[in-house]
């Protein structure tokens, strides 16, 4: 059987976001192992923008009219409608290219599109079909993503969690086709002997959901007894305000410091000592195994069962429980104080990262493509 042409779906593409990274991550690593990859995402971001310069895949959008830029009134609602009705318009020609072939949906949204392009005429036209869920059963259930999954997924091919535990939990609500994949790396480097800050660093968008304020005063507490130590959060989102407040608020100014975005979180990683998350809910946090893979051991919410995945508690990180501050204040003690200790869980932590490589995930979704394309 001939190798099927891939086309994967995203919400964005270009966005220094990690579940952009994931998606590029993907198509980079099964265009290296040989298919022919195209990545489309539904429409340009609207600020802080990613190259695409990866000429081993192709990449465009269903759009051309980017969203508005965080602080800006949004567009009103007839020019979305407008706009989405261009994305789906787009998608049905796309769509109509791709017959005994490969449409992997990255998230549910877009998956949403290719619905209103109709499934019935998708699913008669030839393509197998992958869906994806990058957060967790707790998170579907929490939000509304349960019911959407439900009404976009439930029909194609293979509907992938991030974790087995995941994975088991839809099938016990009468999914019949999940499975699990976990996400590849974006990077691993050949070498972690770096100079070192007394720093600490969260990688995240700045959203309630990722509840920063948390760590915020679990560091105003550890603080006046590390002196020389730093804690510094790159990332970007509605949350910058209130979170800078917090900072105010709590007299941390000194040593706590709203970074923004960074388009080089492997530098900002291979520089650092530690790293923290405190999220409300994940699905397979790669900040963690990328902040592992740079020899960066985490101290981490225990917010999904993709958590427990990455992260073995007292080995190549801390595992502390859901909300409990004082926890994280422990743990980032525990380590600050304690350098021999993070060396051995810096270590630890990059051998245990090793399994999220490229090439080992890739050869998972060589396995998946060809019991799916059968």
Not at 255 to 262: H, I, P
Request: hydrophobic share 40%.
């Amino acid at each position: 059987m001939s190798r099927p042409r891939i086309l994967i779906m995203a919400n964005h593409i270009d966005g220094l976001g990690g579940a952009e990274r994931v998606s590029h991550g993907v198509a980079a690593g099964l265009a290296a192992r040989g298919y022919d990859v195209a990545l489309r995402g539904i429409r340009p971001t609207a600020e802080h923008a990613m190259p695409m310069t990866d000429p081993s895949y192709t990449t465009g959008f269903m759009s051309p009219v980017a969203e508005k830029p965080p602080g800006e009134k949004p567009w009103p609602w007839v020019t979305r409608r407008a706009m989405r009705a261009e994305a789906v318009d787009t998608l049905r020609t796309t769509l109509a290219e791709y017959r005994d072939d490969l449409l992997i949906c990255m998230q549910v949204f877009v998956a949403e599109h290719v619905a209103e392009v109709g499934f019935d005429d998708v699913i008669a036209s030839g393509p197998r079909m992958i869906g994806m869920y990058h957060s967790s059963y707790e998170a579907a259930h929490t939000t509304k993503d349960f019911d959407r999954i439900g009404r976009v997924y439930r029909r194609i091919d293979k509907f992938l969690l991030l974790t087995p535990q995941d994975a088991d939990a839809f099938c016990r609500h009468n999914f019949n086709n999940t499975g699990w994949m976990p996400n590849p790396l974006s990077f691993f480097p050949a070498s972690v002997d770096t100079p070192r800050q007394k720093r600490i660093v969260a990688v995240a968008r700045y959203d309630e959901l990722k509840q920063l304020d948390h760590a915020l005063t679990a560091w105003s507490r550890v603080s006046p007894d590390f002196p020389d130590w730093r804690f510094e959060l790159y990332g970007e989102g509605p949350d910058r305000a209130r979170l800078q407040g917090v900072i105010d608020e709590l007299g941390i100014g000194d040593t706590a410091e709203l970074m923004g975005v960074t388009d080089d979180v492997e530098g900002v990683l291979l520089g650092s000592s530690l790293s923290v998350l405190c999220s409300r809910y994940e699905g397979l946090p790669m900040t963690l195994a990328e902040s592992m893979a740079c020899g960066v051991p985490a101290v981490t919410y225990d917010c999904s069962p993709g958590v427990r995945a990455i992260v073995t508690d007292g080995e190549s990180g801390r595992v502390v429980a859901q909300n409990h501050v004082s926890g994280l204040v422990g743990a980032l003690r525990e380590l600050m104080g304690d350098d021999e200790r993070r060396g051995r869980m810096a270590q630890a932590a990059r051998e245990s990262a090793s399994r999220f490589s490229v090439d080992r995930v890739m050869d998972r979704w060589e396995d998946l493509i060809a019991r799916t394309m059968r």
